[in-house]
T-cell receptor, first 114, second 113 residues
Framework: NAGVTQTPKFRVLKTGQSMTLLCAQD?????MYWYRQDPGMGLRLIHY???????AKGEVPDGYNVSRLKKQNFLLGLESAAPSQTSVYFC?????????????FGEGSRLTVL | AQRVTQPEKLLSVFKGAPVELKCNYS??????LFWYVQYSRQRLQLLLR??SRESIKGFTADLNKGETSFHLKKPFAQEEDSAMYYC???????????????FGQGTELSVKP
């Protein structure tokens, strides 16, 4: 039972390069989220989706784009990476709204932008 | 706006001592509050939610709407409790607001032998 899977797990980019992080869940969950984790800042919500074909901005959306073309996948894109985007990125999913349901997290993707 | 504040970055206690991890929130509606935990080399996972009024691994948390707090407590800490703890809040004002979970900065709990 894979749960929430993130790829890649590690990546090093140069400033200005682009990349996409893939999050896949096999639990048929409606809700999916992308967070970034930084020391002293905790987890901050980047973007989220309440269902296939929908996306919404979180706390720190600038510099990121997302897509939810398929229910099981939630992609996070960086069009022009900046050193400030060096972070650990976590994807999560939930069957119900987060006020009633549990979030299930991936293992994280560590991104370094030089 | 939704906001969660955990004032302590690090809390260090000895085994058997009581533990209280502080969490304060700001929200104009009726909040739903949670504690998530991340043990070393494990995924972030739900510890407990206030609506369930449950005790998990000896931890409890009481929602105090007057003080806008949701502190996590355990009477006797164990070494295996060492982890990063996150307080989180979900809004219920609207469909869009209810679609997200906002986390605090996290508190690292270290339980020494």
């Amino acid at each position: 039972n894979a749960g929430v899977t993130q790829t890649p797990k590690f990546r090093v980019l140069k400033t200005g390069q682009s990349m996409t992080l893939l999050c896949a869940q096999d639990m048929n969950h409606e809700y999916m989220y992308w967070y970034r984790q930084d020391p002293g800042m905790g987890l901050r919500l980047i973007h989220y989706s309440v269902g296939e074909g929908t996306t919404a901005k979180g706390e720190v959306p600038d510099g990121y784009n997302v897509s939810r073309l398929k229910k099981q996948n939630f992609l996070l894109g960086l069009e022009s990476a900046a050193p400030s985007q060096t972070s650990v990125y976590f994807c999560a999913s939930s069957l119900q709204r987060p006020d009633t349901g549990e979030l299930f997290f991936g293992e994280g993707s560590r991104l370094t932008v030089l | 706006a939704q906001r969660v504040t955990q004032p302590e970055k690090l809390l260090s206690v000895f085994k058997g001592a009581p533990v209280e991890l502080k969490c304060n929130y700001s929200y104009s509606g009726s909040p739903e509050l949670f504690w998530y935990v991340q043990y070393s080399r494990q995924r972030l996972q739900l510890l407990l939610r206030h609506i369930s009024r449950e005790s998990i691994k000896g931890f409890t948390a009481d929602l105090n709407k007057g003080e806008t707090s949701f502190h996590l407590k355990k009477p006797f800490a164990q070494e295996e409790d060492s982890a990063m703890y996150y307080c989180a809040l979900s809004g219920t004002l609207s469909y869009n607001q209810g679609g997200k979970l906002i986390f605090g900065q996290g508190t690292e709990l270290s339980v020494k032998p």
